[in-house]
């Protein structure tokens, strides 16, 4: 059924327009089916003030680190409904763990997912950080305006073709 | 590729704060994937006013039980949306059934849920029951304020580990 | 325009139809907006196992409490996505309580919910007991499969055209 | 544990209301994971005025194809949350292509779904092109209220116990 | 604060990028609130045999009619979680009837949608009778394949700037 | 109706569980509406070669930066969803803009969001740059694995009673 399975931006007067750059998610149906791992970072830098606030658990809203590593999950889960050509994975796990970093006044945050499925799941690790950070935001924002989220990225992955990665720097 | 794997809880610096009692899902990356299903089963108290108005389909909103077995089957499917630490799966079948049980005044409810796969279902039939006995509420409440939502719990379980379950009071 | 604003099943045709009991929201456009507020409540019985492992924050998973209680927030905030035929409503504030039982080995949970609008917040706070009570039981499940959750019932409402209703029994 | 695999409208007092037509999803339980694809079609009847605008990107709100594309895949991963008895799936693939049909001032749409699982993906394919067809209706209505959305249907689909599929007219 | 209420594509180096084409919401912070209704329809052609069955209620899924109705007003209050450009309301009603249409073996679909609100609710009613007319086809195509969706479009609308309007052809 | 409107923390039994730090949304029902605006910003660090790719349309998966607009749009509709304590509100407006940095080899945006309302739209705005920075990112991440995502904090907003801010450093 060869014409079924060719993608239609090569059909006749379809083409020019995909061409133009329009969105597509990547077809995994030749992918096979591995464990996949990822971990990924970021940091909620909160000024001392704010720091110290959600250190000894004074944030009016509630204790903001517990919130967050729910927000966090809840968020894993919803990332190919967020993200346009994410895939839809089954998750075998979230972990979020959170680092009381008093040098810098900041929250480093790490998530880590785990599926077995034909996708990595860079991206769920990345999503569960991201709504890990806006939560904790959230709930200091009343304290500080000059909160800032930085340094979100993969630290490693494992699964699938491209094999495993490390971050080195 | 070892410190992937280990939980980050073990990780310096981390371990201490998911020790205080955070939340973290059950990983069930090394669970092998089995048929599983879950019965659960619940009871909406409409006090005799509104039993009568369910039963006759005199409820001015409609027919109540199909409304609740649709948001039923469509909350089984949200389960791992609304519980955090619930994880996602792809039911094979979800099924609904109601009791008109005159004796008290009330709809019971029973609903079916199955997969094969790695977790079990239990949670996606207790979801499926509650919002199945929040929609009877909500289309009744115009009559009566006193309904009362009670028993819900599993009746059944097989597959998984843990073997099969059946409630015996 | 008075056609537009007659209600279909009152155009030839389509009347009969939906006199068969199909499901209509109700049409709140003619009320007026107030201050609503409602009070919902629910138990989750545990047995004493189970209980004692939530007071003692000895369940694997986290602090049942603090999850439960967020994922009732979010719940609430979803009622309208959830339950067919309830209105979209904003929220203004969402609260939920627990008291641990010991008598009865049970978490007693309380939603209070507000909003300044057309419609009443009762379907709402309903939700928030029932996504809390079901958290607590996902988390719990390990630990014992008698749980039950009980007693999900309006407490009290204020505002709107019905009055003010608080429960007697 | 032969009863619980017995639908519950046949146990002893719920079968009654079952048969009154009552909805239920069909059990894949039984159907082996296959290869399956879908591929649908519709068409947005714009009018002259709105078919330029959009051929010349003259829209006010943006790039018309490219949202509603975008808009498609989104809405193809959600297709089990909006009907009622679709199963969920995990979804290897999604691409929309469109086709500007100057001769009947018209969008031309077509969606492929892949997945490999116990049950089809028409239905995905079918949401994607409504969800892309509302939102070009969406982005144009300012331009023209005469719009109109059509033909939308199955054309092929490959795979499962039915087998193949292609439309003849 | 004038420079926050510029578009930000009014800002060096900002602009040209904007001006390619992409996608942006109206803004409608100016408009004043009005009562604000639309009307949609639309058409699901399922053959004879189909039909047939919808009609004598011998589809085995359900009651294709209710389930339409019920995902059809969920769908509504979805719309703008589905269209991208799509602003939030409230929607105050939503009502859909349906007529079954012997001479052309059709379900013909109506939605009503009403807000008090500064934007009109034509997406609304439009995501109503797609989502209905999708859950009628989800739940017929296992009895007929050629079912067709169509004819769908606006037929009145009220309040709003840009004033009444009713489809004349 | 005092004791509705007391906190259930201050009922007996309750008040020390809650005391623990658990998590509130703020009480927003004495506020009053007023226009609120809020401008937040971030960063996608791509490195030189995923910049390049970004800049001049070749990635393989689309035209980046619209897809990442309209993610970001549909995000921001998404935050209360998402947070677990910021409330819902009707977005009047949301506008995602971006800039090609090439000094960095980073994609700036910034998004700005709009309502008439009794609480700020800091978190819309906020989640509409994290969103649009993970679609990036997820588009990007099969050219360069080593793209970090930082600098997203609040650069001014207006309207509400702790009045305007602009960020200064």
Chains 1, 2, 3, 4, 5, 6 share one sequence.
Request: charged content about 25%.
């Amino acid at each position: 059924m060869t014409d079924l399975d060719s993608p239609p931006h090569h059909a006749s007067g379809l083409s020019h327009l995909d061409e133009q750059g329009r969105a597509r998610m990547v077809d995994i149906s030749a992918k096979t089916a591995t464990s996949r791992t990822a971990v990924a970072t970021g940091q909620v830098r909160l000024g001392e003030r704010a720091f110290v606030a959600v250190r000894d658990q004074q944030i009016q809203k509630g204790d903001v680190l517990t919130v967050a590593q729910i927000a966090g999950v809840l968020g894993a889960k919803q990332a190919s409904r967020l993200l346009p050509l994410c895939h839809d994975v089954l998750l075998q796990n979230v972990e979020i763990a959170f680092e009381l970093n008093e040098a810098e006044s900041a929250i480093d945050i790490r998530a880590i997912t785990k599926t077995e499925g034909a996708t990595g799941v860079e991206m769920e690790a990345m999503t569960a950080v991201s709504i890990a950070a806006l939560t904790v935001y959230d709930m200091c924002k009343s304290v500080s305006k000059d909160i800032e989220i930085g340094s979100m990225r993969l630290l490693a992955k494992s699964g699938g073709r491209s094999g495993d990665y490390r971050r080195t720097n």
